[in-house]
């Protein structure tokens, strides 16, 4: 599997996906391969497994604290690897909910690899899995619920099973 260093600017045919579906399905998000100004270049590649994964590697400008990769980048990350699962499996859909366990702190500069993988699906929405490793060590890992776009669109609300709950 290729690895990625981020550079900004780096230039992509506009509206390219990972697996050449539904070209203009992520629009400019910030962290799957497009042409936005910080193109991140993942390209997630279907597993034996039923999941994808791609391999990142980042510089001193994904910095959280000093030396570790951003929190909220590493999120990012696990997100974008279950919704790549997903567009990967001809499903076009958005995030409704998203938790991150942190493991241990990332070093910004090591080659991580992201994982993502659906986990359940139940009538409306699907339920996913991740991990970001350096090496053979989980340092992240993630459980999200995806609901398809054009049922969230039909509904113009939540569907009844996230509307409990608070938050």
């Known amino acids: 599997m290729k690895s990625v260093t981020a550079s900004p600017k780096t230039q992509v045919a506009p509206g390219a996906s990972p697996a050449g579906k539904r070209p203009d399905a992520y629009g400019n998000s910030s962290v799957r ?7 991140l270049g993942l390209q997630f590649q279907p597993d034996d497994k039923g999941g994808v994964s791609a391999r990142f ?3 001193a400008g994904f910095q959280g604290y000093k030396g570790i990769l951003h929190g909220g980048f590493i ?21 409704v909910d998203l938790n991150v366990r942190f493991v241990e702190p990332v070093p910004y ?7 993502g993988w659906v ?3 139940d009538s409306l929405l699907y339920h996913t899995k991740a991990r970001l490793q ?5 340092m992240a890992r993630a459980k999200a619920t995806f609901i398809e776009r054009r049922t969230a669109a039909k509904s113009g609300s939540k569907p009844p099973s ?6």
């Open 33 to 39: 391969r497009n042409d936005n100004a910080v193109d």
């Open 57 to 59: 590697r980042g510089n």
């Open 75 to 95: 999120s990012a990350l696990l997100d974008a690897a279950m919704g790549s699962c997903l567009l990967h499996k001809g499903v076009e859909a958005v995030t």
């Open 109 to 115: 500069a090591a080659e991580v690899q992201v994982r």
């Open 119 to 121: 986990s359940e699906f």
């Open 134 to 138: 350096v090496g053979n060590r989980v």
């Open 162 to 167: 996230l509307e409990q709950g608070g938050g």
